[in-house]
């Protein structure tokens, strides 16, 4: 709030910080910037999609996997997107009898890891 001036008889005025609507409208361009900009970090990291992933790790894989299940995970300072492809066959119960972990780079597609 304005301090008045000695002998001013005039109300005092509220600064424009102190309104409410100014408050709300600052709270919310502050929210759509964050937002903005969280989205355009994310998606610049990941050009590589699942199904290309998924590709790339079986033409790396020595066998014919019955399931398959990715994941995408941050990986190193600054973080980059990796998808984490796991290929494997089960036997009659269901359990994991082969294995084989592919690491793609999701910018790049290449291989990081196994």
């Known amino acids: 709030m304005a301090t008045p001036l000695p002998g001013d008889s ?18 919310g361009a502050l929210l759509l910037v964050a ?8 998606a610049a990291d990941r050009e590589v999609s699942q199904e290309r992933a998924i590709s790339i790790a079986r033409e790396a894989t020595p066998f014919e996997p019955d399931k398959v299940q990715i994941r995408l995970v941050q990986r190193g300072i600054p973080p980059r997107a990796v ?12 359990n994991p009898t082969r294995v084989n972990v592919v690491l793609v780079d999701g910018r790049t597609g290449a291989i990081v890891g196994r």
């Not at 937002?35 to 994310?42: M, P, T």
Request: charged share 30%; with cysteine; proline share 3%.
């Open 10 to 27: 005039r109300p005092a005025r509220s600064d424009l910080r102190d309104r409410w609507a100014f408050r709300a409208a600052a709270l």
């Open 35 to 42: 937002l903005l900009v969280s989205r355009g970090c994310a």
């Open 83 to 94: 998808w984490a492809v796991s290929l494997y066959d089960v036997d009659v119960n269901d």
